[in-house]
């Protein structure tokens, strides 16, 4: 029934790892391995990741299988962090016998109550005739409206019943009705304050990413000639005048991008949830602006920021709506002096004797095609991608933007190369987050997958050392890494190329090669460890008051390096 089911579903794609409650289901599946692939990975969190990279990268929903217990608690973290990011998973774990649920067996644990919180939905099935349904409602509940993990908890003695399988063609869910259509008269009120507005501005959130909406996005911006920046989770927007863009905001987005936000009359949010870190400080965040804000989750209208014209809806449908539009625009003066702010402060990074990790991210995006996915890990390698690649295609950029989860990239890669066989897939981590699923390496080898990895080593846990350094004294507690393995060395002995690149005239060369490679290839790059991602506006700051410099703290190299400084 479950794999029956899972066809009806159009899934052809399922990562996890097997054991004892779940040995039945892994059995069935023998049968169906012409039908359905399926990844073994090392660690049940590296497999979830890898569906959310998977679902990220390809729109459909991520399938996960794994065993009760400890196996399903594996995945918390994981569960956690598509949920932050709205992103469909299902995720089937296996679970004791009901007779024995509550007597503490061996390997059970209350896993719908200890994910219930970071889950869209979650059911524990307790017989087989319920089963069908169960599964129908888990993959709708996942994919539409604002999109999320629902975890299936599979009990043994359910797996191995029997029973007329009668898969339902629709579902009908009371409590669940999300809004697609926006309000005609809201999007009017929208419409009418564009016409009205000198220094117009879209911000552009994951929504669009997820909705598959960004080629909509880049007709609104072109039709009306409105400047545009996005959110850590908006990449991918491409106008066909480049001079409307100015890349990202809030903490650690351009000095042009916040100043875009703080001197705006009017922003048009599209699928934005105004996190903390995109705000600052909600008081002064676009002091002198009306809001629009468009979004599928009524919850999230109003919750951080004030609203003035709140569309409930999707993307998608509120957009053609938008387009349909007719009035003349003139918004070059406001483009000319966002132009001028960009020119005054532009995004840079100082040279050195040192390897630069801004230039080998800036390298990169020169290298690769205009199509590659890139993810990345969480922290200064992050901020240095967002800064410093430029992303001109919708689902390109992948990361964990919500939860930080560290770990989250070299999994999500993996899934989004099975998901994406003709594409390049990038992964760029730090040293820390990349020794958190390491193991997922032997997956790369196992599958043969031509995944693409760039460590950034600078010797520490990089953003916290940062802050560390800027707000703290310099006093680097539990931050700094100065026994890291070799990197290269690790993937060689595991099957993967690799290279170690210790100077700055060995990049260049070292990158055409992981470019041009058809192998999966891993560079362990050893990075300038006092750089810091600049700008920076401190939490619960002014967009407008951005830190833009700050010295390079001239010890860090001989405690880590034991060299000296230039």
Not at 147 to 176: C, H, M, R, T, W
Not at 428 to 441: K, P, R, T, V, W
Not at 483 to 508: L, S, T
Request: glycine share 10%.
């Amino acid at each position: 029934m479950l794999f029956e089911a899972l066809l009806h579903e159009k899934v052809d794609t399922i990562f996890g790892i097997p054991g004892g409650a779940i040995i039945s289901v892994y059995d069935e599946l023998c049968d169906y391995q012409d039908k359905i692939r399926f990844f073994l990975f090392r660690h049940e969190q590296g497999a979830t990741h890898a569906a959310d990279g998977y679902a990220r990268s390809t729109g459909k929903p991520g399938v996960v299988l794994v065993t009760s217990g400890p196996g399903a608690t594996n995945t918390v973290t994981a569960i956690a962090t598509a949920y932050m990011d709205s992103v469909p998973l299902v995720v089937i774990t296996g679970q004791v016998p009901t007779s024995m649920i509550g007597t503490d067996a061996f390997q059970e644990a209350d896993v719908t109550g200890i994910t219930m919180p970071i889950t869209k939905h979650n059911h524990l099935v307790t017989s087989i005739e319920e089963l069908p349904r169960v599964i129908k409602e888990a993959f709708h509940l996942a994919t539409t409206g604002r999109p999320g993990p629902v975890l299936i908890d599979l009990p043994k003695d359910v797996q191995i019943a029997e029973g007329e399988f009668n898969y339902p063609n629709d579902i009908d869910i009371p409590s669940y009705r999300p809004t697609t259509r926006g309000h005609p008269k809201q999007i009017k009120k929208a419409m009418e304050l564009l016409k009205n507005s000198k220094k117009p501005l879209v911000i552009v959130g994951g929504g669009a990413n997820l909705s598959g909406t960004m080629d909509l996005v880049n007709a609104f911006i072109d039709k009306f000639g409105i400047p545009v920046v996005h959110t850590l989770m908006g990449h991918g927007v491409n106008p066909r005048d480049e001079r409307l863009y100015f890349g990202g905001i809030g903490m650690h987005g351009t000095v042009y991008g916040n100043y875009a936000v703080t001197h705006s009359d009017l922003l048009i949010a599209l699928g934005v949830r105004f996190s903390d870190r995109i705000l600052g400080n909600p008081k002064k965040f676009a002091p002198g602006a009306r809001i629009v804000h468009v979004d599928i989750d009524p919850a999230e209208i109003g919750k951080n920021v004030r609203v003035d014209v709140p569309i409930v809806g999707d993307l998608k449908s509120v957009l053609k709506e938008f387009l349909n539009f007719d009035f003349e625009t003139d918004f070059s003066e406001w483009v000319k002096e966002l132009q001028g702010v960009k020119e005054r402060f532009p995004l840079g990074y100082r040279k050195g004797k040192y390897i630069k990790p801004q230039y080998v991210v800036e390298k990169a995006s020169e290298l690769f095609p205009d199509d590659t996915v890139v993810v990345a890990d969480v922290g200064q390698n992050q901020m240095w991608v967002a800064q410093f690649y430029r992303f001109k295609h919708p689902r390109s950029f992948l990361c964990s933007g919500g939860l930080g989860t560290m770990g989250f990239a070299l999994p999500a890669g993996i899934g989004a190369k099975i998901g994406n066989p003709n594409r390049e897939v990038l992964v760029i981590a730090g040293d820390g987050g990349f020794q958190m699923n390491i193991q997922e390496l032997m997956t790369i080898n196992r599958y043969k997958l031509p995944v693409k990895v760039i460590i950034l080593d600078n010797n520490a846990l990089g953003m916290v050392r940062q802050w560390q350094q800027l707000f703290f004294k310099c006093r680097y507690s539990a931050t700094l890494l100065d026994d890291n393995p070799d990197f290269a060395g690790i993937a060689r002995v595991v099957g993967i190329n690799a290279r170690r690149v210790e100077k700055p005239e060995e990049v260049d060369a070292a990158l055409e090669e992981l470019a041009n490679s058809k192998s999966p290839t891993l560079l362990h790059v050893l990075v300038d460890p006092r750089e810091n991602v600049l700008p920076m506006v401190p939490s619960g700051g002014n967009l407008a008051e951005p830190l833009t410099d700050a010295p390079l703290d001239s010890g860090i190299v001989e405690k880590i390096r034991g060299g000296s400084d230039e």
